[in-house]
């Protein structure tokens, strides 16, 4: 809600449409979500880095990053997790305006956050992508030791452990990493953008 009555959209002449048009392809937000641990920040890494070599102009928001800066303020609660969405969906939204395709790498765990995101944007400007990895899996990898901690009590509301994650009911593309290489996950989701004439 805006809390100011004086604060009115100013209009460009410059539209996504003539931005998209210069970048020559779509602009979308690819949204990455998962259990930490599941690879989401591993795959879009590796999907940026195909798409920069493509000549696609692309951004990456990742979990960890925005919480330096743009969401340093928040924890962990249900309501500041939400909150991060919210914010980094707003973000999001300006750079699909921009004419980028972005990538966003959160475990985003409610599904209520993650439409609230999607209706942000044009319907063909969202594209959920369910990094599937089963608890085992992310707890044996625990790139940053996390669960861990969490199973010794010195995390509080870690997802999959004592805070709940809702899967995507209808995401557009799912990755299972149980069974997938980083390599083949890629590929898919290129084949998706293609497809669909993303790029």
Known sequence: MIKSANVVWHKSDVMKQNRQQLNGHKSAIIWFTGLSGS????LSVALETILYKQGIHTYRLDGDNIRHGLNRNLRFSQADRSENIRRIGEVSKLMV??????????????HEDREQVRQLVEPEEFIEVYVKASIE???ERDPKGLYKKARLGEIKNFTGIDAPYEEPRNPEVVIDTNQLSVEESV????TYLKEKKYI
Do not use: H, Q, R
């Not at 690879?39 to 591993?42: C, D, I, L, P």
């Not at 305006?97 to 409610?110: K, V």
């Not at 590929?187 to 290129?190: A, E, H, T």
């Open 39 to 42: 690879g989401k920040s591993t």
């Open 97 to 110: 305006d921009a004419g980028i395709l972005t990538l966003t790498a959160f475990i985003s765990p409610y």
């Open 137 to 139: 899996t992310c707890e």
């Open 187 to 190: 590929d898919i989701i290129v």
